[in-house]
């Protein structure tokens, strides 16, 4: 029992200096006025985000993703966590294509899309392809 005691007497005093200074640590919230024109930027993020899904979804799209070798599903889950900036580059591509082009720009998205995918690969982010080898 003794041992014990020593042993309580010994850590206290580090326990408690040590709960001391974590209470000073705590970080301090910062709230601010979230302004009308983050709040639309967001949705428009959103919005071109749900326009990219829409397009990978085509069945068209999806046969010439897996003609390529690229998962559909994949390039679905690439795509949700793509930059704000690299959505809004990708939808504005999408926008400016004329109605009815057709298969040209069905290939230059995939192409973009295999692109960024296998990019991800040779850096060792992911691992889709297995004739990529990793750069590190």
């Known amino acids: 029992m003794s041992l014990i005691r020593k042993l309580q ?5 580090p326990l ?4 001391l200074f974590s ?17 639309i930027a ?4 959103n919005a071109d985000r749900e326009k990219i899904i829409n397009f990978i979804e085509r069945d068209e799209v999806q046969a010439e993703m897996q003609s390529l070798g690229v998962d559909p599903d994949e390039a679905k889950s690439r795509v949700a966590v793509m930059s704000d900036s690299e959505v809004q580059q990708m939808a ?10 057709g298969f040209g720009s ?3 998205a995939i192409v973009l899309v295999f692109l960024v ?20």
């Not at 967001?42 to 993020?45: A, F, L, R, T």
């Not at 504005?92 to 082009?101: F, S, W």
Request: glycine share 6%; charged share 20%.
């Open 9 to 13: 007497k010994i850590l206290a005093m």
């Open 16 to 19: 408690a200096v040590l709960m």
């Open 23 to 39: 209470m000073f640590s705590a970080s301090v919230a910062q709230a601010k006025m979230v302004g009308t024109d983050e709040i």
């Open 42 to 45: 967001e949705q428009n993020i």
């Open 92 to 101: 504005g591509k999408l926008d400016q294509l004329p109605a009815g082009e």
């Open 106 to 108: 069905v290939v230059g």
């Open 117 to 136: 995918l296998l990019l991800t690969d040779i850096l060792c982010l992911t691992n889709v392809f297995d004739f990529t080898r990793c750069a590190r």
